[in-house]
């Protein structure tokens, strides 16, 4: 049985063909990282319209991995929620279209829910039910999962994602989009205790959210003083951006780890699955790991290359046609983010 997973939720135009066993045949992603980069962000007409000229060759180049003729797929599965509306769109109409050709099944992926089952496909054991962390570039969140498929909120980031946090701050710094590597770079030759910066929530026991504006506004605030309009035009030593940075990463990293545990602590549950863009950082993963030791919980982590979005973890496909959740043809794109439960 051979599934076709897409993902345009974004920036990254992405295929994968992976097998009823969760075995990836196939899988490739094309960054848009280069044509976003002098905006210091990602510009979603640009991003459409490159998913528009990448699709086609993005899954011929999958399928040519895989060894696996159009004819032989079984089923083709999509993000449909949540993202930019127009990038979504493109991979709608591309899995619309083969699942018409073909005459396959055409099923619908949560593009969070793929982010926390990237861990189970690096892991060799069920990971459900688990706490799951998602933080990326548009999303800072905690879910109790049941199992794949069945999401309940249970915190989130009032204003920025963590992601958003890393490639603003980035751009303060002088640092290349997208900002998380470039950050995790140069906080590497810095002090993480240089500067004292909040970490809002973080005493909260009640409360499962997270909030990364005030923290942005600080570091903001060590570089230039409020009401300061030349910003763009400084030139940063080396030391003070390497400083910031790496008491910037610290302070977020403290925040996702202390909230995770709360998290765990709160539910009772002892497994915790954390994906998304930022869970990329050597940082966080050094710090959850040690955290969920003292805890006493199984810690999955998904893999780097599977933490930015991919196409891989469109194999979370796999449960809903086992659930028999296939979708008609007028299946449409749901940009925004359904709160609670999915
Ligand atoms: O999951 P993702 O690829 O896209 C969204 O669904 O948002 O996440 C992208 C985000 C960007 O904000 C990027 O700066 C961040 O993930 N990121 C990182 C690292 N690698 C990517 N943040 C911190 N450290 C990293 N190593
Ligand atoms: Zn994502």
């Known amino acids: 049985m051979y599934l076709l997973a897409l993902e345009t939720s974004c920036d990254e135009t992405a295929a994968a063909v992976i097998d009823e066993g969760r075995n990836v045949l196939g899988a490739v992603v094309a960054s848009q990282d280069d044509l976003h980069r002098r905006f ?8 459409s319209r490159a998913h528009v000229e990448r699709i086609l060759p993005v899954i011929d180049e999958a399928m040519r991995r895989a060894g696996v003729a159009l004819g032989d797929l079984d089923a083709v599965a999509v993000v449909n929620t949540p993202g930019l509306a127009g990038s979504l769109l493109v991979g709608l109409s591309a ?21 926390v089952y990237a861990c189970r496909m690096a892991a060799d054991e069920d990971v459900f039910p688990c706490v799951g962390l998602i933080v990326s570039g548009g999303h800072t969140s905690l879910y109790r999962c049941r199992d794949p498929l069945d999401f309940e909120l249970l915190g989130a980031t009032i204003d920025d994602a963590a992601g958003e946090a890393f490639d603003k701050v980035a751009a303060m710094l002088g640092l290349p989009y997208p900002g998380g590597p470039s950050i995790q770079e140069a906080a ?3 002090n993480r205790r240089a500067f004292a910066l909040p970490r809002a929530l973080l005493d909260d026991d ?41 008491s910037f990463q610290e302070a977020v990293v403290d925040c996702l780890v202390g909230k995770a545990m709360l998290c765990l602590r709160k539910t009772g549950m002892s497994t915790l699955c954390v994906g998304g863009g930022v869970a990329a950082n050597a940082r966080l993963r050094q710090r959850l790991e040690d955290a969920a030791r003292r805890e006493g919980a199984t810690l999955h982590v998904a893999p780097p290359r599977l933490c930015t ?5 469109g194999a979370i496909a796999l449960e809903r ?22």
């Open 40 to 47: 210091g962000g990602v510009v979603p007409e640009i991003a």
């Open 95 to 115: 899995a619309k279209a083969l699942a018409v050709a073909l005459d396959i099944p055409l099923v619908a992926v949560n593009h969070l829910q793929a982010h």
């Open 188 to 190: 590497k030759r810095g």
């Open 206 to 246: 009640e409360r499962l959210d997270f909030s990364f504006s005030g923290l942005k506004t600080a570091v903001r605030y060590k570089i230039v003083g409020p009401g300061k309009p030349e910003f763009d035009k400084l030139v940063l030593p080396e030391k003070l951006v390497a400083d910031l940075a790496a």
């Open 309 to 313: 979005d991919n196409a891989v973890m």
């Open 321 to 342: 046609l086992r659930a028999g959740l296939v979708e008609d043809l007028d299946l449409d794109v749901l940009p925004g983010l359904v709160r609670g439960a999915f």
